[in-house]
């Protein structure tokens, strides 16, 4: 049985750009944290401070697609121009009105980006290293092709180069995650860093 909620993981201390054959480096996206709960009755939705978010979004139905016990941890983004928008995700969480709910969800369609892999067919997976949620995850993944989800992008030991080029489009900035941490719910850890660019 999954549990009814997970309060998400957060990262600790901001750093600097650096190398290491210890961390996973992945962009940081500009928009809502989102934990996607996949059960027998559907996929439900939560927010970072625990509200049910699966209303705003039906063009994340795909998720049902993945096997009933899995739990991702992930970010809503909706990218224009293959950029991520903040105000736009903003605007779609804040409707009420379900005719215009579904209307932004065709034309302003929402992606999830999941980015870590929580619970597999009800099995627990938060007390095991990064670097195997993470092959769990691309796995997964590899499986199933969803309809406005995906898996992020992640590289091993060369940070200062993801950074460079996150910072040359003008995206928010990159992680950097210890491959061996577990998942620590509520938790804010140094095993997870925030890498920003230097901005007047």
Known sequence: MLPHFIQPMLAGCAA????SRDHLFELKWD?????????HKGVRLQSRKLLDLTAQFPELSSLNELPSGTVLDGELVVLKEGRPSLS?????????NRERRQWLSRSLPATYVAFDLLHTQGHPLLHEPLIDRRAQLEKLFQTEQLQNVCAS???????????????????EGIMAKYLFSPYLPGQRSCNWLKIKPHRN
Request: charged share 25%.
């Open 16 to 19: 600097e750009p650096f190398n």
């Open 31 to 39: 928009g809502i944290r989102c934990l996607a709960f996949v059960g």
């Open 88 to 96: 736009s995700i903003l605007q779609r969480v804040q409707l009420g």
């Open 153 to 171: 992008e992640a590289i091993r030991e060369r940070g200062r180069e993801l950074f460079a080029s996150a910072s040359k489009f003008e995206l």
